[in-house]
């Protein structure tokens, strides 16, 4: 029998930390004008720094990943490391050579400050957490390169939400002293369109409409009863976003769940795919980590205060290399070839040939692992 599901699945001080370290660094003032008092964040980091600083590499995760991006699952980490295939000894992003730093982003549950953590007054921050940007989890992110002694990165890198957050590191990084020799943006936008924010919209109501949520307030709930079911729905509204129509046509077609009958109120066999997957999700994340960084989503935009998304392209000076899904209908192809076309020193448009949609950065190692090791090289170390 499968255990009820817990009111949160956020990593909580006490936990087995697994390859986790934590830097505090102390209080970061945000877009909100809010100050947050306290902030941690989480991270990882494998290989060594060189003695000049010239290898240091910056992975930043997608909405619902962490900073475990290499390893098993086991202690401390309830997935394996979510991109094996591109980070560690002798993959593109070789850990013999490099010093790869994954943090856990802001207002993210497994171990960085967000609203599951404790709040002055010793409650969770729960719905109470300030609302952040795309930019407020950059500006964390530089304090924490900061206490590593990174003022260079070879290259900062990331997918999905994790590319949003690196073009913000390509304009942000050399305002704050932190050279960014190279940035690689992948599956991702320089400004979320109204079919992004309409997908995320309908993702956070389902949260906000389980009477599990309770207003945020359900940390104290028993096992079964917290927001599961609407963090659930959020996960297969936008996991339909993840995968191609193609894809789901070919695997599951019109067929029904096997042992199923979905003319007596079965299920056809992708409903049972996607319950699945609400399911796996609600047992590791925090229903109201989703809806911080949603809302960060919602709002990511290159352009704000920089004089519009083409002007705030032209302003980053590193060598850049976009790489989109061909079949990607969550962040189109289009938007890539935007931000390609828009950072001066960006490398033309690659593309990942893929049924399976907007994951194919993940699961086409292949393809994606050429054009990494092809860009790395031709950095030069």
């Not at 890198?157 to 590319?163: D, K, L």
């Not at 925090?286 to 949603?294: F, I, K």
Request: charged share 20%.
């Amino acid at each position: 029998m499968t255990s009820p599901i817990p009111a949160t699945g956020a990593w909580q001080p006490g936990d087995d930390p697994g390859q986790r370290r934590f830097a505090s660094l102390g209080e970061l003032s945000l877009e909100s004008d809010r100050l947050l008092p306290e902030v941690t964040l989480a991270y990882e980091t494998y290989g060594t720094l060189a003695a000049d600083g010239s290898n240091a590499v910056l992975v930043l995760h997608a909405m619902t990943g962490d900073s475990h991006v290499h390893g098993p699952a086991g202690p401390g980490h309830r997935t394996g490391g979510w991109w094996e295939a591109m980070v560690g000894p002798g993959r593109p992003i070789d850990t013999d050579r490099y010093f790869v730093v994954v943090p856990n982003v802001l207002g993210g549950c497994q171990g960085s400050t967000g609203p599951s953590s404790l709040a002055p007054d010793g409650q969770r921050w729960g719905a109470r957490f300030p609302r952040i940007t795309t930019r407020d989890q950059v500006a964390a992110e530089v304090l924490l390169a900061r206490r590593l002694g990174v003022g260079r990165w070879h290259l900062v890198i990331g997918p999905s939400m994790g590319g949003c957050r690196a073009l913000e590191w390509a304009v942000i990084g050399p305002e704050q002293g932190i050279e960014i020799e190279a940035v690689a943006p992948l599956a991702t936008t320089a400004v979320s369109s109204a079919d992004q924010i309409s997908w995320i919209h309908t993702q956070l109501a389902a949260i906000r409409l389980d009477p599990g949520f309770r207003d945020g307030d359900y940390y104290g709930a028993p096992d079964g009863q917290g927001p599961h079911r609407g963090l659930g729905l959020a996960r297969q509204i936008a996991h339909a976003t993840y995968r191609s129509e193609r894809e789901l046509e070919a695997r599951f077609g019109h067929n029904p769940q096997p042992g199923e009958d979905p003319l007596t109120g079965g299920r056809f066999a992708v409903q049972s795919y996607l319950d699945h997957h609400g399911a796996k999700l609600a047992r590791r994340f925090d229903a109201n980590s989703y809806l911080v960084l949603g809302e960060a989503l919602l709002t990511h935009d290159l352009g704000r205060g920089r004089g519009g998304t083409n002007r705030a392209l032209e302003r980053i000076t590193a060598r850049a290399l976009a790489v989109t899904v061909d079949t990607d209908r969550l962040y189109l192809p289009v938007q890539s070839a935007q931000i390609a076309g828009g950072i001066p020193g960006a490398d033309p448009l690659r593309y990942i040939y893929s049924p399976y949609g907007h994951d194919g950065f993940l699961i086409e190692a292949e393809q994606l692992g050429g054009i990494l090791r092809a860009f790395l090289a031709s950095l030069g170390r």
